[in-house]
């Protein structure tokens, strides 16, 4: 476990580069057992989550060699197709394993992903979508155990547009025979960029990022080279970090696109934002404006994974925010954190409602989830005075590389303890 000793007031200025997308990597990591052959993966972040999806597929048979940010996943020949429990139970979005081993072999058991932090995190849609193509699926005793004989493409309407249903069926699809449709698919950018991964495979995949994505079912797939697309919340969340501070920050090597919906409620905040190509500068205002709505949205809206950071920042603007989180059913943790800090917020279900004061401060916190705890660091960085903030299950780790040492290089003053 870690905690973070923070002492607030320091605003943060100076470059950020952002490292490669957590929740692009994960899918095309167990994508690289398709092929049987090389993957070269670029701009790999050095996360917690990166390395238990490795280990699972070094158990399972594939060679991966890691060095700096770049990985080669070697899985020619056979594969353990029975993935190990805990690695699953770990990291619930081990579960992609499941379309990955389908889209090369006939049969996987996997043990049923628990919930999180954030909600109980069912896989209906995803199960529902793989007997759609003709997996023979059998759930028992906490284990799932898929079987087919023929993958048959089909048409495939989501009732909601699940990223990791989307991924999925994709993963399983491109080895179907004959054309597999997804409707109402997932819009984010982590899927267009598993599209282009599985094509520099082999695969045959249009539509990505818009809500029908069209699988061509093929059985050759070769080597491939591949750049992760860099990580929109590791860079929504530094662009947050300048804003609370009142500091001002240049973040390079983004794709200013994926940022949108983000940039659009810093700017109604206050804060002066120029974009170029693959550069944002961000400079916060004295004081921060209240956002009226926060509602999140599947891409293109407002992203979940910003709330929590969103509402840090709310905490300490003049006038009054409302939050509706639509996508997650238990994404509020942060906020009694928050309140000790001195913020104001209320809670009514999937609401929140936020009236903005001056300052926080400093306070002895617990993180209880990745994107909470990203955003009591963020609380703890504008608050006056320390804060300590328990980081149990290095929530943290999972999602941002290097988080206090970026941080610190930024002027924060920030030390990261292991107790
Ligand atoms: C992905 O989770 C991300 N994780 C999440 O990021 C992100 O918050 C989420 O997409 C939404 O953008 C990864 O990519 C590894 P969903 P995923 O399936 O795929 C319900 C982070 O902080 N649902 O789109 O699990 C589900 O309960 C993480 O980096 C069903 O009901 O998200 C939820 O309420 C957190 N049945 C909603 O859909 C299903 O079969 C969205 O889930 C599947 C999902």
Known sequence: MSKFIINGGKKLEGEVKVEGSKNAVLPILAASLINGGESIIHNIPRLKDVSILTNVLENIGCKVLFNGNTMVVNSKGELNTNIPERPVKEMRSSIILMGAVLGRFKHVRISYPGGCEIGPRPIDLHLKGLRKLGVNIIESHGYIVCQYDKLIGKEIHLDYPSVGATENIMLAAVSAEGTTIIQNAAREPEIIDLQNFLNKTGAKITGAGSSTIKILGTNRFHNAEHTVIPDRIVAG???????ITGGKLVLQDIIVEHLKPLIS???????????????????SPKRLNAVEMIRTLPYPGFP?????????????????????????????????????MGAKIKLDGRTAVVRGIRKLTGAQLTAKDLRGGAALVLAALAAEGVSYIDNNDNHIERGYEDFDIKLKGLGADIIKVIV
């Open 304 to 340: 979940t994974d910003m709330q929590a950071q969103f509402m840090s920042l709310m905490s300490i603007a003049k006038g009054t925010s409302v939050f509706v989180e639509t996508v997650f059913e238990n994404r509020y943790k942060h906020a009694e954190e928050l309140v000790k």
């Open 265 to 283: 409620k810093l700017i109604e905040s206050g804060c002066k934002i120029e974009k170029y190509d693959k550069t944002i500068i961000i400079k």
């Open 237 to 243: 969340t530094y662009l947050t970090a300048a804003a």
